[in-house]
């Protein structure tokens, strides 16, 4: 017996880190079943070394030692979940994150924002087609598997201390107002104005394992794709996503009038 426990341990002590290895992808596994099995939650396709980290993040602020002394206690306390739900959630947002990208234009528009986040996308679109006076003809659904982070997307209170560099960006994106009449200043915090969301729908979905529910212009979910393995991205882009694809709004501003820029319906 104890021969063949040494020969699965290197020198010193401790498990080889081979053995150690598969024993943390069995674990790690059990985890991911029994979140689905129990909360519904489907991570077994998730980009493996990014869910890992996630996964051992959230060990190590319980105070555990290992993946399946975490599954134990998730699956007995839902707040625990509740916490790991925080880990894995993508939550990667900002104001008119890579500016260029705000492109585009409908005579009436559906936009998915699929894994808001906190939502400072959707603000993002919600500025851009009222400053190109669509926005009055637009309906934007905003939707992450995230309960917690949809209840802030749905405050619209960001960092303050984000505001230059969000004003940056929304400059650079071609914005043609002063960023600073979109949000009031308070303590530590910007409160965004309540007519941003007024088309808004804010709801939790599934990008894995719930359906697509509407029929949309656009789709945005790169929030979320870049962590799944190619399986998973194989299967989401069936609900026809398409990733990075520059949307027909015109949001940095050219000669031509508004009205001819808004009734241009192709992408390109």
């Known amino acids: 017996m104890s021969s063949s426990v040494d020969a699965a341990r290197g020198p010193g002590s401790g498990e080889h880190p081979a053995a150690r290895g598969d024993l943390e992808d069995i674990e790690l596994s059990l985890l991911l079943e029994g979140i689905f099995r129990q909360y519904g939650f489907d991570f077994r396709e998730y980009a493996p070394?990014?869910?890992?980290?996630?996964?051992?993040?959230?060990?190590?602020?319980?105070?555990?030692?290992?993946?399946?002394?975490?599954?134990?206690?998730?699956?007995?306390?839902?707040a625990c979940m509740e916490r790991?739900?925080?880990?894995?959630?993508?939550?990667?947002?900002?104001?008119?994150?890579?500016?260029?990208?705000?492109v585009s234009s409908y005579p009436f528009t559906r936009i998915w924002v699929a894994g808001c986040s906190t939502g400072e996308e959707v603000y993002s679109l919600a500025i851009l087609m009222q400053e190109e006076g669509l926005y009055e003809r637009t309906r934007i659904y905003a939707t992450d598997i995230n309960e917690?982070?949809?209840?802030?997307?749905?405050?619209?209170?960001?960092?303050?201390d984000k505001m230059r560099e969000y004003?940056?960006?929304?400059?650079?994106a071609g914005g043609s107002r002063a960023f600073s009449e979109y949000?009031?200043?308070?303590?530590?915090?910007?409160?965004?104005?309540?007519?941003?969301?007024?088309?808004?729908?804010f709801a939790q979905h599934n990008l894995v394992s719930d359906r697509?529910?509407?029929?949309?212009?656009?789709?945005?979910?790169?929030?979320?794709?870049?962590?799944?393995?190619?399986?998973?991205?194989?299967?989401?882009?069936?609900?026809?996503?398409?990733?990075g694809q520059?949307?027909?709004?015109?949001?940095?501003?050219?000669?031509?009038?508004?009205?001819?820029?808004?009734?241009?319906?192709?992408?390109?």
């Not at 070394?49 to 206690?73: F, G, N, P």
């Not at 917690?148 to 303050?160: D, M, N, Q, T, Y």
């Not at 004003?167 to 650079?172: D, E, L, M, S, V």
């Open 148 to 160: 917690s982070v949809l209840e802030r997307a749905r405050a619209g209170v960001f960092p303050l």
């Open 183 to 201: 949000y009031l200043a308070k303590y530590d915090g910007a409160q965004f104005q309540r007519s941003l969301i007024e088309n808004v729908v």
């Open 212 to 243: 697509s529910f509407n029929e949309f212009n656009v789709i945005i979910c790169r929030n979320v794709m870049i962590y799944f393995d190619r399986a998973l991205q194989d299967r989401v882009k069936m609900l026809r996503i398409f990733i």
């Open 167 to 172: 004003t940056q960006n929304y400059i650079r």
């Open 84 to 102: 790991l739900l925080l880990d894995l959630s993508i939550n990667v947002t900002a104001m008119y994150r890579d500016p260029s990208f705000y």
């Open 246 to 268: 520059r949307l027909c709004l015109r949001f940095a501003r050219e000669t031509r009038a508004p009205a001819a820029r808004a009734s241009k319906g192709s992408t390109r």
């Open 49 to 78: 070394a990014s869910l890992r980290r996630r996964v051992w993040r959230r060990v190590y602020a319980e105070s555990l030692s290992t993946i399946s002394a975490l599954q134990d206690k998730l699956l007995h306390d839902p």
